[in-house]
């Protein structure tokens, strides 16, 4: 059977977001990110004048860019992208520089100050290669989040995809970001 | 912000282009910090049942190396919808903590100075059982105080106390929901589950269901406000996160929740709205109903709450039209108002007139499934009265539960006998009592104080012995039922061993029993106990189901109508569904609903209100680090209005002070509550220096909360202290 | 969530390796010009020479530290990325302080020499190898040199320049500031050591030497900046947003008070008013000492001003909101 080619990526229906941040914890207990660390945030937006007020929840992580600017100004190759799509740091060659921090115009990356090394999310790769979801996917009270492969006809992203309208972050920035954030 | 529509065949294009030159290069695969991890240990997958919060959501940990690396929702069980909140995931670090109570500990300096003496089990064992005896010997046993919370061990602690003898156990629900379930019990003889999956209008009061997370209502209402577009209309003088998500949200003035539910069922009555087939099979009291909210008129209702009446008009037409698909959501921390019993039966009686009853996406009678019961040697019945009173004094309240908080004024007041021993399980009165000068005043005039908890609490901080009891991850519970529309059977079971020198309830209670003479009531192992429960369950290989799955709940929909045939009989006085109540007249209660206006704050005094965040529960999981990242120390939320007339600045620390007490605290100057309101999160100011990261850090809203309680049912009334604000 | 990833070493490390690419500039150009075929500004070039190696290694030495594993930095060299400034940055700033060194022992003089090889164990045979005059490769070691130093000076500017991610930063203009303001840093370091240094007590002619150069770098760093705010200005509203940050952002007293007016134009006015009669009156040059401690100092002053504005506003400037940090 030839090997498909598959693109990972999430999309997330943001109005959905309760801000419980149980993908945070999730994700902490799963990867060991280090207190004060974060792989993933809720951006909150607070608007109004009492009585007329809005708040909006909006889940971020590492975009998985498609042309991510975190890989290509990392001097050792440590960053790299997989043939998927997913962005990971080869931890045995990262020396620290933190150029890569400096550069992700989604401040999607944190510095690991026990072990010296920059780190980030890895969309869960090694569930994903097991066949399962990402951590913060599987948790999620509300099911903002969907998981999926783009390349996938049948993946429950790309059904959402084609049918509701959607957005991505900052897409000036040229990474061509990979969270589709649903209208 | 740009919104666009990207050509997804170009940017897979590039991405292909790009991720293919890069990951040509690299070889190997994500390899794991080396640190706490070993690559031979081997990985198994337990299912258990989260403690964290009273929802018991189905978690599957996953072990390596003896070590609990991370809970994963389990999907099977339909109550928690495949989900567990932040809490749940965080529930590793409460074995992991390193504050955690590592062995039994005896009191050596003063109540609450922190001295304490690590001891073996032993010595704690015949310590509490020596001074247990003590007030038995001085009081009788009903001079001991036996309180808990819910819990799937909390029946071996309850057992202890009846089998010592002592008629008081006084359980959490009159701090919590008694007033609620006492109004809908009231009115059709049971508390029914709320189908807000399948709802097509919802109201809730105050019921902050997004923050405040009760499975599987918060996820249901996500599913159903936001995916099927049902509607949603809010009332809370904050504006919560259920407010943001919300359709329309009112900011109502405090307390006068009645008044808009009278207004509600006044219109709907006059347009005669109302479901007339159901109200006519299966209610009774519509006259009276009809002819006593004649008085409450939109207008008047509008005076009261500062809900325009146009607006209660209009959504009192939208929730009949939306008729049995129509919900006034219960809530469930119901202590509010001294009127919350009536105000909570108001919402029932609304709900039964729109014929919700039994119907999809209305209320549901709970389904439940069957269990089998260990049979223990039976003790006699308590002979003394309650301390509480509570015979007397709320004759339709739940006598097992108690009256807390007229409990503590009787003890205090020594009348109508004097109460020396307490023995407190998984509770934390010094923070969940209002008043915690006066709690401390009851511990004070105890001779005798044990408490088991999971860690150092408040009240574990001024016991005379601390019993550790291992996390749930460390040990096997009792079956629990969970009815409700989607009814489960969930099974906690050991996932690790405990790494502390910590027992189970069960064995800590033994332990005391053995030295009090009563081990034949206790002669039973937790896996004994546990399967006979599962004998009854109705399928096959029961325990083996059990332990490889952790839950079992009936597949197939939900059944509704099942109680929709006109034989049916209410658990009630008439056999019908109540409107008017002549059991609460008997009572001396008003039968229908009555308004009476709630006092409000003067110019200068302020409503201090509570509430939930979703990172914590009550107010013990805020010394967890993954959770106390959220939020590290508690603030006051005031309107910049006022803050601005008193000149207080967002961030500056401020003294807020009742009539029983006064706290210091940062200010967050906000929009998102109302002028004459202000909240502050619990958990906080924390008295035990053995939840490093709270001890001393912002205040505790005990200190300052006054003592009062709901006619009815005695449910404590937490909402009507009025505090004044200044600069620090 | 927004941090300072990269904070006060980075700085220092920016400004030192500009510094030294600076110095050797100055050096360089200081032994090529001659005056009848005599080299009149031997002096400066040898302390030039002597200097230019230090900060840039210090400079490295600091940034190793930096690392999160510091003792896997050579991994920079394991690797060669063309589209990472910091790998092609990496072995510009090595074999430019090689040169640096080389081209600073050929400006020994032979005691000096000799007493350094005297300290050297004799047993070291192959080192005592290198104990040569090549005095005579001066010419030909800064001719090398001189594309290196150039090199270093625009990495340093190209190393935040080339951060797409970054609006303060990503536009060509700052490699060229970055290095006018090293070359002009490096020439006041000159001027400054070349005061300091009683022994030597400076000549006139040297002195404008390096006045005369720095007015020409400060004047040409000038002509970028105006440029980076206009064009900033007119640029994308991200760029626009970014320069909030010295328009009445967080960094505008900084850049405006202390960068822009004491560390550019009080120097650049205090060298012209010394320059002016000189130049336009065709009067003898009767620079100041004091005037000149001053202005060196300032420009240095301002060329470290410099980078730490733009290490720390570019890391707050953002695509996304502004206002991230908190
Ligand atoms: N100010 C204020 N007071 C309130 C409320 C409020 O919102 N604000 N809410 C009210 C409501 S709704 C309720 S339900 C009550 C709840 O009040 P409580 O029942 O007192 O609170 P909990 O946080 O549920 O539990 C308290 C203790 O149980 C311990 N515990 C947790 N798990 C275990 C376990 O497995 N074993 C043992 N032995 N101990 C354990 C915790 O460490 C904690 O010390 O508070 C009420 N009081
Ligand atoms: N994350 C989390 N979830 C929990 C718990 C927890 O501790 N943490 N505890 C669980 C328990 S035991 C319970 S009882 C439930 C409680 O859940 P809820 O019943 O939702 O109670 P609270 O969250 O205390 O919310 C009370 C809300 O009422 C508002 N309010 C105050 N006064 C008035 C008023 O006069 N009228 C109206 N309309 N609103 C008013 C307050 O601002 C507050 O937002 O949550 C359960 N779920
Ligand atoms: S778990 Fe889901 S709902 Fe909760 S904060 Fe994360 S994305 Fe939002
Ligand atoms: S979001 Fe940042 S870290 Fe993630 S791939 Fe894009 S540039 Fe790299
Ligand atoms: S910190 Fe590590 S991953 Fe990031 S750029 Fe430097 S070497 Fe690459
Ligand atoms: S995909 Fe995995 S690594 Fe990324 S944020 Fe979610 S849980 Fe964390
Ligand atoms: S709601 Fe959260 S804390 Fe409560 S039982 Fe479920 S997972 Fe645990
Ligand atoms: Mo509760």
């Known amino acids: 059977m030839a090997i498909k080619k598959k693109r990972y990526a999430l999309v997330i229906d943001s109005r959905k977001c309760i801000n419980c941040k149980a993908c945070v914890v999730a994700c902490k207990a799963e990867n060991k990110v280090p207190v004060g660390n974060f792989r993933n945030r809720i951006n909150e937006e607070r608007k109004g004048e009492y009585p007329k007020l809005s708040i909006n929840f909006e889940p971020e992580q590492c975009h998985h860019c498609a042309d991510p600017s975190c890989v290509r100004v990392c001097p050792t190759g440590a960053s790299w992208q997989r043939k998927d799509g997913i962005v990971l740091v080869n931890y045995d060659e990262c020396i620290g520089c933190r150029y890569c921090m400096v550069a992700c115009p989604y401040d999607a990356r944190y510095f690991n100050e026990e072990e010296g090394v920059v780190d980030k999310c890895t969309f869960c790769s090694h569930r994903v290669d097991k066949g399962d979801i990402p951590a913060c996917v599987e948790t999620c009270p509300s099911k903002v989040r969907v998981f999926g492969d783009l390349e996938d006809p049948t993946a429950r992203i790309h059904e959402l995809l084609s049918t509701r309208r959607y957005r991505v972050k900052e897409p000036q920035t040229g990474n061509g970001p990979q969270l589709y954030y649903l209208l | 912000m740009g919104t666009i529509r990207m050509d997804r065949r170009l940017f897979l294009k590039s991405a292909g282009a790009t991720a293919g030159a890069v990951a040509a290069t690299q070889v190997g695969c994500l390899r794991y910090f080396k640190k706490g991890r070993s690559s031979a240990a081997e990985t198994k997958e ?33 109550k928690s919808r495949d989900m567990l909140c932040a809490r749940g995931n965080a529930a590793i670090k409460q074995v992991y903590d390193p504050d955690r109570i590592k062995q039994p500990m005896i009191r050596v300096g003063a109540r609450g100075e922190g001295k304490w003496k690590p001891v073996s089990w032993d010595e704690a064992f015949d310590f509490a059982a020596k001074k247990l005896s003590e007030v038995k010997d001085k009081y009788g046993p009903q001079g001991t105080l036996w309180s808990s919370t819910e819990g799937f061990q909390e029946v071996f602690f309850k057992n202890l106390g009846l089998a010592f003898g002592s008629p008081n156990l006084v359980r959490h629900p009159t701090l919590c929901l008694a007033s609620v379930n006492l109004a809908y019990s009231a009115t059709f003889g049971t508390v029914p589950s709320f189908d807000l999956l399948n709802s097509k209008f919802v109201i809730m009061s105050g019921a902050n269901r997004f923050e405040s997370i009760i499975t599987p209502d918060t996820m249901d209402l996500i599913g159903g406000v936001m995916e099927r577009k049902a509607k949603l209309v809010y009332l809370d003088p904050r504006f919560t996160v259920t407010a943001a998500k919300a359709d329309e949200w009112y900011p109502i003035k405090p307390g006068s929740d009645l008044a808009f539910i009278l207004a509600m069922i006044h219109v709907i009555i006059k347009e005669g709205r109302h479901s007339k087939d159901f109200v006519a099979t299966y209610t009774t009291g519509f006259d009276q109903l009809a002819e006593h909210v004649k008085q409450y008129t939109p207008e008047w209702a509008e005076k009261e709450t500062e809900i325009p009446a146009a607006d209660i008009v209009r959504i009192a037409r939208e929730f009949a039209d939306a008729g049995a698909r129509a919900l006034y959501y219960a809530g469930r921390r119901s202590s509010w108002y001294q009127n919350d019993f009536q105000m909570r039966r108001a919402q029932a009686i609304l709900n039964a007139i729109v014929g919700n009853w039994d119907q999809m996406g209305g209320m549901v009678p709970n389904a439940k499934l069957p269990k089998g019961e260990f049979l223990f040697m039976p003790w006699d019945e308590p002979k003394a009265p309650r301390v509480d009173e509570i015979e007397t004094a709320f004759p339709l309240a739940a006598k097992g539960d108690g009256v807390y908080l007229k409990l503590r004024e009787n003890v205090l007041s020594g009348k109508p006998y004097p109460v020396k021993g307490w023995m407190v399980y ?49 040990r096997t519970d009792p079956v629990e039922v969970m009815p409700g529309i989607w009814p489960a059977v969930v099974f906690r079971q050991q996932v690790v061993k405990p790494i502390h020198d910590t027992k189970p309830n069960l064995e800590i209670v033994q ?64 056999g019908k569904i109540e409107l008017f109540s002549e059991r609460l007249q008997e009572a001396g209660h008003d039968p229908l609903p009555v308004y009476t206006a709630q006092p409000q704050p003067r110019n200068d005094q302020f409503r201090l209100i509570l509430g939930r965040v979703g990172y914590f529960t009550h107010a013990n999981q805020s010394n967890n680090v993954w959770l106390h990242e959220f939020v590290k120390e508690n603030d006051l939320w005031i309107n910049p209005k006022p803050a601005e007339r008193l000149g207080i600045r967002d961030g500056a620390y401020v003294n807020v002070s009742s009539s029983v007490g006064s706290v ?19 958990g906080f100011g924390k008295k035990s220096k053995m939840q490093s990261l709270v001890y001393n850090v912002g205040a505790s809203d005990a200190v300052i909360l006054e003592t009062a309680w709901d006619k009815v049912s005695g449910n404590a009334a937490f909402h009507e202290t009025f505090v004044k604000v200044a600069n620090a | 969530m927004h941090e300072f990833n990269w904070g006060l070493l980075i700085v220092v490390y920016l400004f030192l390796g500009g510094l030294s690419a600076g110095l050797f500039f100055a ?29 840039v290694a210090i400079g490295s030495g600091l940034l190793i530290l930096d690392l999160g594993n510091w003792y896997r930095f050579y991994k920079l060299f394991l690797h060669f990325r063309w589209q990472s400034p910091m790998s092609i940055g990496s072995y510009l700033l090595t074999i430019f302080t090689l040169i640096a060194f080389v081209y600073l022992f050929a400006w020994l003089k032979e005691d000096e020499r000799k007493w350094i090889f005297s300290k050297i164990p004799a047993t070291w045979k192959q080192v005592h190898r290198l104990n040569v005059d090549i005095s005579s490769w001066r010419e030909k070691i800064a001719m090398v040199g001189f594309p290196f130093s150039i090199g270093v000076g625009i990495y340093t500017g190209v190393l935040l320049g080339a951060v797409s991610a970054r609006p303060f930063w990503n536009t060509n203009l700052v490699a060229q500031m970055f290095l006018f303001s090293a070359l002009s840093s490096g020439s006041a370091a000159l001027l400054l050591a070349m005061l300091l240094d009683r022994k030597n007590p400076v000549e006139k002619h040297e002195t404008k030497f390096l006045v005369t150069l720095d007015v020409v770098f400060i004047s040409l760093e000038l002509f970028i900046i105006l440029p980076y705010i206009i064009h900033g200005q007119l640029s994308s509203q991200a760029v626009k947003d970014a320069l909030t940050l010295i328009l009445g952002g967080p960094y505008t007293v900084v850049f405006w008070v202390f960068f822009l007016f004491l560390g550019l134009l009080v120097p650049l006015a205090i060298e012209v008013y010394e320059l002016f009669p000189s130049i336009f009156k065709g009067r003898e040059f009767h620079g100041s000492r004091r005037m000149a401690l001053t202005a060196a100092g300032l420009v240095l002053f301002g060329g470290f001003l410099l980078r730490y504005i733009f290490v720390y506003a570019g890391q707050v400037s953002s695509f996304h909101r502004m206002g991230l940090l908190r």
Request: with cysteine; charged share 25%.
């Open chain 2, 46 to 78: 337990i299912p258990t049942t989260c403690e964290l919060c009273p929802n018991k959501c189905s978690a599957i940990a996953v072990v390596e190396g003896g070590f609990v690396k991370k809970l994963n929702p389990n999907p099977e069980n339909p």
């Open chain 2, 426 to 474: 998984k509770q934390d009165p010094m923070n969940s009592l209002p008043d915690q000068a006066k709690t401390m005043k009851m511990i004070d005039q105890m001779d005798f104080i044990g408490v088991i908890d999971v860690q150092m609490s408040d009240m574990a901080w001024y016991a005379d012995v601390v019993f550790p009891e291992s996390a749930y991850l460390e």
């Open chain 2, 511 to 574: 332990g005391i029993a053995k030295r009090l003479g009563l081990s034949d009531y206790f002669d039973y192992t937790i896996d004994q106990w546990v399967e006979a429960e599962f004998k009854d369950l109705p399928i096959p290989m029961a325990a083996e189901h059990m332990k490889k799955h952790g839950v079992w709940a009936a597949s197939g929909q939900p059944s509704y109508g099942k109680t929709l045939n006109s034989d049916h009989r209410f658990v009630t006085k008439t």
């Open chain 2, 664 to 682: 210091k605290l940062k200010a967050r100057v906000t929009e998102e509550i109302r002028p004459d309101c202000v909240f502050m999160l619990h």
């Open chain 3, 27 to 55: 050096a360089g150009l200081a032994n090529y010009l001659t005056v009848d075929d005599k080299p009149v500004y031997a002096k400066v070039a040898r302390m030039g020479a002597l200097l230019a190696p230090w900060p």
